[in-house]
């Protein structure tokens, strides 16, 4: 794997240089690490990259690596940068042949997005973007049930995803995950509603399997002199008639990344937090509400295939984010031995949620522009 | 005290009794407990009332009481009755010169409501209404560090008031307590709204202090041919510039009477739950939560004062029932001796949280209706 | 009802007034509430007591109530002195015809605690001891679940209650509570052990219906010049071939009232916390935990007989104890009927578990001093 | 590093490989994975190793490895075979100047143990045992907290680690861990005391920085036929005074892997559980609970050096595991650069750990076989 971003300083490129290896499948081999060429090679050595693989730019990166012998050359690019520095390398990535594993939101607009998945199309090539939370095995036990009926039809859903880190405004201290975060030229039109609002709509439209078909959003700033909003409430309808709520916000103070879902349907309900993954919560009409937990033999096939350790011990957010890579390399792998991957192992957001991801936030801005009026999801 | 409705076959009735007999301070002495004459005899001996002091009705149950020495009639009356039978025992209880204890919301109508305010505020008597939840001292712990200061200005509030007991038509079963709540001759025009989203905007506009300015409601009925809402989602915004979401419902398969709140400010937030009700996590912006704990000493003079056993054992819904109660009597006794009533046991809901409720539930309905527009609290 | 003890000062009296008061069947008619006979009678005004039935003395109480026609005199006696004073009103009380309800332990030996239960044995009369943790209707469910098989033998149990009041010598500072209780001259030869230690073990005997056989106890004092122990722990042996751990502290510094239990048998495991009494964990060899809670319908008879409010309003301390007192009312009323009690509310503590209480503080405190023997409960 | 066990059908070895990659550091190189030559190939082909580097004996291992140049054999080996199988691997490990990572309890008799002990003194070579739970964050938080004296004296400490996955006798049916773990020729003498009792001391007398000086252990084994351990229940009194509790269990029908300890001091105490490992309860004795969360800026200086995510993102079983993998490799590379490591790195159970740890299992089981008799730890 070639990596795009993740030099020193950065927060998530560390994150995937550990989810890429748990497994021990995935070797990190090149890099273009910052967009400082000086930072850059410095970052690469810290990784023990060979110096004529730690590129200065993505640009160089694509052109050399495609040059080298297949056996040599990095089989997929992982891309973690900010934002506005999605579209270009995953377009220049499929362009060049190479698959793309890329950081959420998938572009800095929905007509990047929907070119990407235009390219992944024609291309053939495996796009996988990380939404982390869908990777945690309890996730999966959870979409499972909602899809096979076990709740029967869905009603409800209340999804959130609150932080606290901006309560303050700490941007102007030039803290670095704060600052880009916060900048419309970085970052893109939404501030919470595109970091943490599309993961919360990912995770809602993955469990039940149900999409947004429409919604109203209020969406404030409560930080002052702040260029994005840090906060927003929304009434979501999903197809099919079930109702919802999402909120996500940037200045719960005192919140951790407090991301939890509840989905309600006819004959019961379930309730998973990211704070304790290895748990969900099952509630039924008449009788005692279930507690499920990783490991256990009573999970279904989906989950059990992506837990790694017995129940009890916990697995967290490097283990879910693990998984991403590990089903995306076995889509690798089948598609170089020529044959068909193990559906189970099929199963990681792809190009698809990331247009998702960005009609959502397309909607969600649109409506709380509009005093929170009603906003389609096409 | 003496009680209209809370016969054989009610639920809130008994709970009434209980919570007034806590404290051993309130003795019932008389009632109208039955809309049908003969329950309502047979209610009065289950009661050990007095034959001569079980009346057949409201109407007469005044006449006869304000005929009687001052040191044998009843003080005050309660009034348990189903909504639509609350303002007509209240109106005649203060015209003929007793204080009121009235269950929620406080009437049919805002119109209702109103003239219950007037009719308070020109007799001088004394007006509780039963909204439960804020009687208990974790609730009155939260208020008091919402409106000092200690988080800062308050920025967010997620209140919901899920419960899953109407997620099946039981009211076609003849379930006594589903017939009324769904059937809007008896209810009002609001379901849900009426039954618990009052106590959730009561909850919320307490501990906060702030006022509901605008919201946006989303309200459904999921269950076919009900006649009235069994589900709402609510945009909240408040003077001052908080938002906010209240959600009800009673289709969330598996709840119970799950009312909880977070509140979120500058500085800091808070946590409670009914579940847990002894029990206020707080959390801040660099320093590890506190689980507050009622009975300790370090709580507040509010939570302290309504507290009845030490720290660890705990206290439910019928202690915070019985602060109403306790608190009520407290200032009939007050008013009875000429003197002023400690102003930390003057601490209950009264007629005017009732034309608040009624307001809350016209403006959540009139929303409803036009898609979710947003709707003044005037 | 009369009183002895429970005046001015007291804790636990007010206790026990709420908890006889709570169903409306118990009425206070008398008191001797203080061994100061000015503080008795301070003691009775504030409880609204007929002057003449306001008694410097218990002795004198049983003397004049006994004269008293039937229909006016006290039906039964509430004991909520000191340890040291439990035994001779007791006593007295069943020598003059007269029910009891005594605080535990029920005596300040195991000679007296006989002599009691020969007493209530030939006399007839009716004897509660209020071990109030047996009074929750969740302990009342996990009896029904382990005595019936539910989890298969037993195998384990793990009870505890540890407490943190007494971390620091407050009876030096004149603390009441404090005081009495880490005195061996009105408390006995146990201060963990007899005041809460005795708990754990009347909640481990009643949940699993198996006797504590022998014990090996590690007794401790931290606290410098204390007089009593302030922990214990101790390794338990049933009949039956169970094992178990049961401790007890008064110095585990920031637990309140923290008595839990854990029973592991051959098929399941149960856990219950009195932190959140209306909850109960029951564990499967190969099922997801369940989680009961009170007031749903799939509660047994038990429980569900002693629950007032609907699920999720959660009930407490005071609650458990007042179902010591009503079921106690229903066995008067019933023996007054001269019919049987409906079995499901002949369910208290009796003088029996008060002897059990009493071997239970001999043996620990014996083999304490023995540096941890195992000693038998005989 | 090389590997010895851990091939096809073991559960630990998989463990270790994710934890000793998770940071990129470490790349296994060459193994001896199964005691089976035919596994042991197959076995090193899964993990693409170099077919003249998978050996079919440890023995042969050594051999070959000590002959290669210094940059390319194996810096360290990694033993993860049953506990019959540590000691002789260990021994030729230091003999043949490899570094060690062991497994524990890190051998079959204390005599195996203390000869480990002279041979790490006096080669100087490191050596680690992988008692994972101390790895941790926040049990490096506790630890710190405890021996800093934040709560005082210590005075109590109880922890258990009850599991229920041995209830039934699944040792017969051929499940491959439960058989080695019930037979005494490969676990040793101990069975759940080994398997699970050591890490529960392991974990005590690292928080609290305490020795335990003497034990009284009711040892059992519930399962029919089974020939080890399987329950056990100690009473421990500690070097300068605390007492304390240890109970472990296989035999706990529906727990997981539940390791948790309470420490209580003078002035405060702490709860520590696996099931939620970013979490830690401090409890105090006149203020409120604080609830302390890995990743946040209040947190000491060691947790945050072993702590990857950010907070609210939970990190578990396996990143505790490779904190003593990326702490070892500090300590090795230290030693290859001539430099003195970070002592905030050098932070790892060692061969004085294991040695711990024999004594312990040997005063248990002494203990257990004089009827729980008080045997000292020397």
């Given at each position: 794997?070639?990596?795009?971003?993740?030099?020193?300083?950065?927060?998530?490129?560390?994150v995937?240089?550990?989810?890429?290896?748990?497994?021990?499948?995935?070797?990190?081999?090149?890099?273009?690490?910052?967009?400082?060429?000086?930072?850059?090679?410095?970052?690469?050595?810290?990784?023990?990259?060979?110096?004529?693989?730690?590129?200065?730019?993505?640009?160089?990166?694509?052109?050399?690596?495609?040059?080298?012998?297949?056996?040599?050359?990095?089989?997929?690019?992982?891309?973690?940068?900010?934002?506005?520095?999605?579209?270009?390398?995953?377009?220049?990535?499929?362009?060049?042949?190479?698959?793309?594993?890329c950081?959420?939101?998938?572009?800095?607009?929905?007509?990047?997005?929907?070119?990407?998945?235009?390219?992944v199309k024609?291309?053939?090539?495996?796009?996988?973007?990380?939404?982390?939370?869908?990777?945690?095995?309890?996730?999966?036990?959870?979409?499972?049930?909602c899809?096979?009926?076990?709740?029967?039809?869905?009603?409800?859903?209340?999804?959130?995803?609150?932080?606290?880190?901006?309560?303050?405004?700490?941007?102007?201290?030039?803290?670095?995950?704060?600052?880009?975060?916060t900048?419309?030229?970085?970052?893109?039109?939404?501030?919470?509603?595109?970091?943490?609002?599309t993961?919360?709509?990912?995770?809602?439209?993955?469990?039940?399997?149900?999409?947004?078909?429409?919604?109203?959003?209020?969406?404030?700033?409560?930080?002052e002199?702040?260029?994005?909003d840090?906060?927003?409430?929304?009434?979501?309808?999903?197809?099919?008639?079930?109702?919802?709520?999402?909120?996500?916000?940037?200045?719960?103070?005192?919140?951790?990344?407090?991301?939890?879902?509840?989905?309600?349907?006819?004959?019961?309900?379930?309730?998973?937090?990211?704070?304790?993954?290895?748990?969900?919560?099952?509630?039924?009409?008449?009788?005692p509400?279930?507690?499920?937990?990783?490991?256990?033999?009573?999970?279904?096939?989906?989950?059990?295939?992506?837990?790694r350790?017995?129940?009890?011990?916990?697995?967290?957010?490097?283990?879910?984010?693990?998984?991403?890579?590990?089903?995306?390399?076995?889509?690798l792998?089948?598609?170089?031995?020529?044959?068909?991957?193990?559906p189970?192992?099929?199963?990681?957001?792809?190009?698809?949620?990331?247009?998702?991801?960005?009609?959502?936030?397309?909607?969600?801005?649109?409506?709380?522009?509009?005093?929170?009026?009603?906003?389609?999801?096409?």
């Open positions: 794997m070639g990596m795009i971003g993740g030099g020193r300083g950065a927060f998530i490129g560390g995937h240089r550990i989810a890429a290896g748990i497994d021990g499948q995935i070797e990190l081999v090149c890099g273009a690490l910052h967009i400082d060429p000086e930072i850059a090679t410095l970052s690469g050595q810290d990784l023990f990259l060979k110096p004529e693989r730690i590129y200065k730019t993505y640009q160089e990166m694509f052109e050399k690596e495609r040059e080298l012998p297949a056996d040599e050359r990095m089989d997929f690019v992982s891309i973690v940068t900010p934002n506005h520095v999605h579209f270009d390398p995953a377009r220049l990535a499929l362009e060049n042949g190479f698959h793309v594993v950081e959420k939101p998938i572009a800095f607009s929905l007509d990047e997005a929907l070119q990407l998945q235009k390219l024609e291309t053939g090539l495996t796009f996988a973007l990380t939404h982390t939370y869908t990777g945690y095995p309890m996730v999966k036990q959870a979409r499972e049930m899809t096979s009926g076990t709740f029967g039809k869905i009603r409800k859903v209340v999804v959130e995803y609150p932080q606290g880190w901006l309560s303050t405004p700490i941007e102007q201290t030039g803290q670095q995950q704060a600052s880009w975060r900048d419309p030229k970085r970052s893109g039109k939404a501030g919470s509603v595109g970091d943490i609002g993961h919360a709509e990912n995770l809602a439209e993955t469990i039940t399997g149900l999409k947004i078909s429409e919604l109203s959003a209020d969406v404030s700033t409560f930080v002199n702040r260029l994005l840090d906060d927003a409430n929304i009434l979501l309808r999903f197809d099919g008639g079930a109702k919802g709520i999402l909120h996500c916000s940037q200045i719960c103070a005192g919140e951790e990344n407090a991301i939890k879902i509840k989905v309600y349907g006819e004959k019961g309900s379930l309730e998973w937090h990211q704070h304790e993954p290895n748990t969900m919560f099952v509630k039924w009409l008449e009788k509400m279930e507690v499920y937990r990783t490991g256990n033999g009573y999970m279904g096939a989906s989950a059990a295939a992506h837990t350790v017995p129940a009890g011990h916990p697995e967290g957010y490097l283990e879910a984010f693990a998984n991403i890579y590990r089903d995306f390399t076995k889509v792998q089948a598609k170089l031995d020529g044959v068909d991957v193990d189970i192992f099929n199963d990681f957001p792809t190009v698809d949620d990331g247009v998702r991801g960005m009609k959502f936030i397309d909607a969600v801005i649109e409506s709380g522009q509009n005093n929170a009026a009603w906003t389609k999801i096409v």
